[in-house]
């Protein structure tokens, strides 16, 4: 077994830190070269913003730390797979490469749903990468939603 690259180790982090503030434990790194650019959580019941999305929260922070809307030169890295509205904003940021860790079969929109950058109307398609860190991904989700069933 390899170990997982740092972006990913952040991104879990942050997911972690996500599920001890009752978020679901969902974190995102954007990466420009070797620097770390942004990093985030999900945040939409601290923010009251269904948009904030751990994605939509680390594209934002990094288009504004480099000054630019467009984030060619950047990868994604976020510990579950895309929503419709995050794999939006990838194509819009024009992200390089995307990575990801669990799959998510009811919400994700990349492998799963509506498959948005297989779609023609998608006019960025980003390289995908899945599968990475996904044991330990889905790992926090289970378990931050087993609790509060169980709470």
Known sequence: MFPLPPAMRQALDAARDAAARGEVPVGAVVMCGEQVVAVA????????DPTAHAEM????AAA???GRDRLEDCDLWVTLEPCAMCAGAIAHARVARLYFGADDAKGGAVEHGPRFFAQPTCHHR???YAGIGAGESAMLLRDFFSARRAG
């Open 64 to 66: 504004r730390a480099l």
């Open 57 to 60: 929260l680390a594209i934002r």
């Open 126 to 128: 980003p390289e995908v």
């Open 41 to 48: 959580a999900n945040a939409p019941r601290a923010l009251c």
